[in-house]
């Protein structure tokens, strides 16, 4: 059995569209959504009804929780001053777009979704605002997804996708205990964990305007990193027609973020 | 007696820089005087505001400015005057008689006579490798007097405008003032693989907003100036974040005295 993960979707409908034909190509019937519904794009109550129609198991990402708990839910700091202010000119407009019903349904969602050795989270198991990024940490790596009780770590936020296997890890523990001349050692050996990142579906930012998720062929345990192809000129229009900065049309398509220079997502949150 | 040499060329072509350069290696006293170009049909001349004479003043502070006649004078033994002229089409003749009357009545309104006249794609004096030949062109610019930039900000903001957000820009040239003091003479060519930021030597004190030379100019095809400056406008620090970053310079620089 293969299933789908699919994350920040950001509005973009014609990218969701385009991904969820994709998977249905493949006969894939289970797919999970690592949220980020919202934010920056231009369509987010028709994104929010296309997962809730297909009943999508989704977790709450950053932007699907300040949109519901407002701006200063999120401390997360912007990488500029116009960064900041675009973003909070799309927080704006999204939150006098979407629907109560849509809000609700982004205020329903969990932190994570959990299967048997699989964890599936937005940014990290400790926030949704925590960026994993493929070079960070080792150690830290290991502890995110160690401490979690995973196997392999489901994540998105990024708007990377990438496949990071973390093996040979160890834990050396040494005890003295009341009594004892020389303390006692113990090492444990880890066996292999990994943490998935499955891109971005609405915002891509990996050198291509195309959109990204990941397959998890459950058989062979093989995870595919899949790009797809999209009408980015239907969805720079509706930026466009729905009032967005123009600006973020031009960056969506040629692959920038939206609020951000497309070589810095490096600031990682601290909340 | 002083030389005093006619520089011209399209937009992008290098004159500043190799003015600069020029002047720099010039033992005697050195002048400089920016004229403003000559717009053909359908090629229009950018508002330069200063930007070179005040980044060439940075970098040589005994630079004789020619336009003011009462400064210094301007023909002494071995100086060297270099007069910038942004000019599309070369000029008739290599010779003097080629250089537009105009040109030769602003100079001797201030009492400069030409000696050579050097044109960009034509002379061999003169590096070729960023001259362009243009067929259309629009100018756009905005002065930023006192203007303070968020310096990330200012980094997204190049970076669209020259990559083509706002239209297609063919020559982008600033000079911005960052909030710790310093500022950029910021330059960009099409033709060319980058842009140029360069520092000026020359800080302002931690006490409001700097009063130097701050411009920005464009040229280039369907510029979207109400894009530029809406971005422009969320790039620029308030008055209470500029003094969030020049209070801490001010206490440093109060200790660095006590020691």
Redesign the interface.
Known sequence: MSHAVISCLHANLAATEAVLADIDRQGIEHITCLGDLVGYGPQPNEVVELIRQRQIPTCQGCWDEDIIDGLNSCECSY?????E??GHRAHQWTDAQLSEENKAFLASLPMTVRRERLLFVHGSPNSQHEYLLPDMDAFAALERVESSGADTLFCGHTHMPYVRELSGGSIRVKVKQAGEEAASERKLELPMRRIVNAGSVGEPRHGSTEATYVIHHEDSDEIEIREVAYDIERTCRAIVDGGL???FA??LS?GFEYA??AD?ASHVCER | MAQTWLISGPPGCGKTTWMLNTLKNHQGQRGYLRLPGISTAGLEQADDGGIDQTYLQDQITDLIDLSNTDQAPNDQEQQLNLVELTQFEPPSSSALEGVDSSVIQQLEALGLRLDRALHFGRDDDLPKDDTLEFSRLEAWSMPLERCVW?P??L???W??LV???YGDVYRAKALMNLPDGRAFFCNWMVSQGGSQFLPLESVAPPDGRPKRCSMLSVQGKALDGG?IQ??IA??L?SDE?LELHQEPQRQQAELTQAL
């Open positions: 990488p500029s001053q116009l960064a202010r675009r900065p123009e600006v031009w960056r040629h951000e220079r810095d | 968020d990330n900000s980094s997204s903001f970076f669209e990559n083509g957000a894009g809406a971005t969320d790039c620090l974040v």
